[in-house]
């Protein structure tokens, strides 16, 4: 399973709904960080490029140089090895894609023409948004990308060239209806009649590959393989149903061999015996294409939990199959982040000082409380499904047999989710805080405020309190309101403690001003920020943005009198600055404890009261406001990236060191790939 980030969404959940924020964990969320910083905090250009509905964000890998050389090696391999097996998620799209691509590829490279054309822009773009789609379908709607030119143009294109198309696949890019969805699942104009997706040969009915799993499926088993995760189902000579898999020596063999080649080299350089092994299985299946393996191997994987390198690689995720049988191709290299494994350390050790020193009534506090870890990772390389189109938390594996006996990994990816914070469009900070030195305060502390408060969210907020005996779980009593006033309280505890001293004192922040950077930013967000993704004429319904507003709306209107925040409009702008902190921490500590109070006590209509006065409704005028000025900034809906490059220093034959390269230029980018990793485009 996956978390996606979806701009066009007016859902706001933290990025760790997977692990701990419960009830959230298929929806597409956005990262929690964009709840605080607005700005970059650190010189890195993160933002790359944006064109149709596409940004392009680049990321880094921090702490690259506390791996030793060996650890580099191990994920110089494993980047390799995703990369190498790229070209079969474009396959596994559209069986034009590669065709299609590589045309794209030829022109692109070899077109000597008029390049200030308005037709060489829209063919420029089209190939971009084909490039970030893996083929010619939009990564997100599933519809086809339109194409701006005309056919005579691209044929010119084509003849100056010398690049080749066939009729089809030439009709496939210049005709919108022909193959117009990669992925339908409206059952009336058939699913797979009506998906473009090349998983099944294009005459198979959805009756026909419902019939063959009904006759090989073992209903019987409490361990079932994940039938046709990796194939494609095909007729043979005599019209029956046939899986093609994708193995060494089968379909995509090619890549694959590839792709075992430094899947191989990493095993040899494994950090330990349990991730050396898991790596030799993962080989041997691609090598037989055999499903128990793949089980043998999950399980191994899921079991390999020692060590700061891990990664996803394989046929994985079955969206793309509107039968949700067949994975598509994916690959995510990981580095531990030492960072946040660091400061979860140092608050995990503290947990019951922040339980005793809460500002909740002692009643309700947890005599030992324990907290709750997450993991947070950082991406080293991407490919397949997801790149450059990322998700922002994974929890694998899928199989419900294998996460019920032997467990699952579930990680966030930290990395990513800073990057996506980091980038949200040019002029952001400048159009929504006022003045100088709260820009400057937010472009130093906001990064380390916003993971503090994450963590503190987390690894505190999530395992404090108590119930009191005989009452109900919160869903019981609270019911619709219970994860709203869940997220409330977590977010209370970090704002509660990111004004305390003892912060400071423990080394998690060099002063009180980072906890000042969070106020300020999460007032701004609750109080109209993230209204610009809530739609014109809608009210609030997601339970994360429905706390956040909540916690905002209720401290400014109980600090009105002594102005603790205030409402400053300029030029016709609205902001909300906040004029006293330590009042306004004592404000969040008193709702802080009436809403363990709800939740203690199961105090169903004092719970609803909250939620529906101040978590719901939205000011209108407010909301126009906020909705013309970030649409002003004119930021594009659907993020992806630009994946670093990892050069290796040879001395002779040997590997000496790895090093980091940030490219910034994403076509520059996929015109690489497909010259050094087009191992079934070239064939
Ligand atoms: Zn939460």
Sequence with gaps: MKNYNVFTLSILAAAFTLQSCGGGAEKPT????????????????????????????????????????????????????????????????????????????????????DKESEDWTKFETYAKRVFFSNGIHHHYSMSKLPADFSGE????????????????????????????????????????????????????TEAEVDAYYAKIVDAETTTPISYGLNSRMERDADGKLVENVYKSGGLYGSAIDKVTYWLSKAADVA?????????????????????????????????????????IQGFVEVYNDPKGYRGSYESIVQIKDFEASDRMKMLMDNVQWFEDNSSIMDEHKKANVVGVTYKVVNVAGESGDASP?????????????????????????????????????KGFSEEFI?????????????????????????????????LN????????????????????????????????????????????????????????????????????????EEAHMRNRQLVASWAYEKGLEENVIEKVVED??????????????????????????????????????????????????????????????????????????LVPVMEGEKIVDIKVEYPDDFLGQMMEYGKNYGFLANE
């Design 434 to 466: 006022r003045t100088e030195e709260l820009r400057a305060r937010s472009k130093e502390h906001g990064a380390l405020s916003s993971k503090l408060h994450t963590a503190l969210h987390e690894v505190v907020g999530h395992a404090s309190g108590k």
């Design 572 to 645: 016709g702008k609205t902001y909300f600055e906040v004029r006293d902190y330590n009042k306004l921490r004592v404000i969040f500590g008193e709702l802080l404890k009436e809403i363990q109070r709800i939740k203690s006590e199961g105090d169903y209509e004092a719970g609803r009261a909250l939620v529906e006065n101040y978590g719901v409704k939205v000011d209108a005028a407010l909301h126009d406001e906020v909705l013309a000025r970030a649409e002003k900034l004119n930021s594009a809906p659907y993020g992806g990236f630009i994946n670093p490059r």
């Design 389 to 425: 189109s990322t998700p922002i938390g994974v929890n694998l594996p899928n199989a419900n047999w294998i996460r019920a006996t032997h467990g699952s990994k579930s990680v966030s990816l930290g990395n990513i989710v800073h990057a996506y914070a980091q980038a949200p469009s």
């Design 271 to 311: 950090e330990n015996k349990a991730q050396g092994d898991a790596l030799r299985l993962l080989v041997e299946y691609y090598q037989t294409g055999d499903l128990l393996k793949w089980d043998e191997y999950n399980i191994a994987w899921t079991k390999a939990t020692e060590g700061d390198i891990d990664y």
């Design 469 to 540: 005996d005989g009452v109900g779980t919160p869903k019981e009593t609270l019911k619709s309101y219970a994860s709203t006033l869940e997220e409330g309280r977590a977010d209370l505890v970090a704002l509660y403690f990111l004004m305390d001293s003892n912060m400071v004192k423990l080394g998690l922040m060099p002063s009180l001003e980072v906890g000042m950077a969070e106020y300020d930013s999460y007032i701004r967000n609750g109080m109209m920020l993230q209204l610009r993704r809530v739609e014109k004429g809608e009210q609030i």
């Design 153 to 204: 143009y691209l044929d010119g294109l084509l003849t100056e060239t010398g690049a080749t198309l066939s009729e089809e696949a030439k009709k496939a890019i210049l005709d919108p209806n022909f193959d117009a969805k990669k992925v339908n699942l409206d059952p009336e104009k058939g699913l797979l009649k009506g998906s473009a997706v090349n998983l099944y040969a294009p005459d198979i």
């Design 30 to 113: 956005e990262p929690a960080a964009d709840t605080t910083t607005v700005e970059a905090a650190d010189d890195f250009e993160y933002f790359a490029e944006q064109f149709a509905d596409l940004k392009l964000i680049r990321y880094q890998i921090p702490s690259w140089d506390k791996l030793s050389p060996k650890q580099k090696e191990l994920v110089y391999y494993l980047y390799e090895a995703g990369i190498s097996g790229r070209d079969m998620i474009w396959d596994q799209n559209y069986r034009h894609n590669l065709e299609i691509r590589k045309a794209l590829e030829t022109i692109l490279a070899n077109y000597s023409g």
